[in-house]
């Protein structure tokens, strides 16, 4: 099959929508059984090439993706619940962090997470993503109301939070004292928050400070999903004697 | 179309497929199981040997991680990184392996955990010590492939944050021997907040 197709092998129990059409048609088709055509669906070519992903990782994410998106509701897409399912095995878990994360992750802002925007954002936790990048995802991370900058009162909310979710008791004295010794340290312009500027110097400080934003586990993705996707072209003639002598 | 083929043992080779490889093929899609080729076969096949490396996939070692230094005291943000909302990593739970964290605050030295964790380790002698250092401990269940990982991390001039990471392959054995025996063995380490100001009183 001409026209940039990709794959050869038709299952002959597709549904008539998923036969793939004649070449030269932007075809509703899909190129195999397992890549449908779900909202916010990308071209893993296109996603590989903008993120440090290979396009069989791309595919490996997409296993994983539909894993995930149709845990709770079959729709393909990630929501809310079904990440918290993922995280905490418990769909009903609220959690600050996991609630900044799914935010980040929804970049369209449409309350869902899509094939296209997991990849792309899952692309800066992978090891070799520019550490600009997870120095930044992680500024956007920390920053709760998203004014440009982290507050006194942001850090101290998070460390409540933390410690809430924890089990984890400290007393108010204690926790005022770390939150404004950590603030004092980063702030060094002092003016009462933290800029993108000064949580750079920060975190070349104390490196560790980004080491969420590392998955070591995104390198071998193609060992734990392999996908099964057939890129080949292979035409009949190009097939001689098979196994059974026919 | 594809998969009633493999069923029933029905396949043409491309052209430009090598003897060895065809024979390969076929035995990797041999219809009988009995006659089918094994894992130890594959691994002595000619064609599956030729240019064949060895790959070592290491499961996610705890060394990996980069945890903060052991002797600077940990700072806010490190305390929020601690929470279960900032790591990813359960994205990819229930796929090889299982990792959970948990943390608790002491007011204990670093070598009196330790210690105290040998000890009833010790006692409970179906887990032993994989390795020390000053900041923490490695523990092994044998019988399964459970590892725990201690780690201490100063948090103020009294207090330590200890943090707790279990890797494993099914879930069962981890919480019987971390939450059903270890972690009630060592709750009397864990800072008590109240009890602070008759400490600090001393």
């Not at chain 1, 490196?207 to 734990?224: E, F, G, H, Q, V």
Request: hydrophobic letters at 40%.
């Amino acid at each position: 099959m001409k026209g940039g197709e990709s794959v050869e092998i038709k299952p002959q129990n597709l549904s008539p929508s998923q036969v793939p059409v004649a070449s030269g048609e932007p075809s509703v088709a899909n190129d195999s059984k397992r890549i449908k055509r779900v909202p916010g669906y990308e071209d893993p070519n296109v996603l590989a090439a903008e993120t440090p992903f290979t396009v069989s990782e791309v595919e490996s994410l997409y296993e994983l993706f539909m894993k995930l998106s149709n845990s709770i509701v079959a729709d393909g897409l990630i929501h809310k619940e079904e990440f918290q399912l993922a995280l905490f095995r418990n769909k009903n878990q609220r959690n600050l962090f996991a609630d900044r994360i799914f935010d980040l992750f929804d970049i369209k802002r449409n309350g869902v997470i899509e094939f296209g925007e997991f990849v792309r954002s899952l692309g800066v936790f992978h090891p070799n993503a520019p550490v600009a990048d997870k120095i930044a995802f992680a500024f956007r991370l920390y920053d709760l109301r998203q004014t440009g900058f982290i507050e006194h009162e942001e850090l101290k909310e998070m460390v409540l939070a933390l410690l809430h979710e924890s089990d984890l008791v400290l007393s108010e004295d204690v926790v005022e004292t770390i939150v404004d010794k950590t603030f004092s340290e980063a702030d060094t312009q002092g003016d009462g928050r933290i800029d993108p500027e000064e949580w750079k110097i920060f975190v070349s400080k104390y490196p560790s400070l980004i080491k969420n934003m590392t998955l070591p586990y995104l390198k071998d993705i193609s060992l734990a999903f392999p996908s099964f996707v057939v890129r080949t072209e292979i035409e009949d003639s190009d097939l001689s004697v098979g196994a059974n002598g026919d | 179309m594809l998969y009633r083929n493999i069923y029933r043992g029905e396949f043409k080779f491309p052209k430009w497929t090598s003897l060895e490889l065809r024979r390969f093929i076929s035995r990797l899609l041999d219809t009988n199981p009995e006659t089918r080729i094994t894992i130890d076969e594959i691994m002595k096949d000619p064609w599956f040997k030729n240019g064949y490396k060895e790959v070592k996939v290491q499961p996610l070692d705890f060394e990996m991680i980069e945890e903060p230094q052991s002797n600077v005291r940990l700072n806010a943000f490190d305390l929020i990184s601690f929470s279960s909302g900032c790591d990813l990593s359960g994205l990819f739970n229930d796929v090889d392996f299982f990792t959970q964290r948990e943390q608790f605050i002491s007011a204990e030295k670093p070598w009196k955990i330790i210690e105290r964790t040998r000890d009833e380790v010790d006692k409970m002698g179906n887990v032993k010590v994989i390795s020390t250092s000053e900041s923490g401990i490695r523990l092994e269940h044998q019988g399964s492939n459970l590892v725990i990982a201690i780690d201490i991390h100063p948090l103020t001039e009294k207090l330590v944050v200890v943090v707790v990471n279990r890797r494993e392959l099914n879930a069962e054995s981890s919480d019987e021997i971390w939450i059903g025996k270890l972690k009630p063995s060592l709750s009397d380490l864990v800072y008590n907040s109240e009890s602070d100001i008759a400490v600090d009183s001393e």
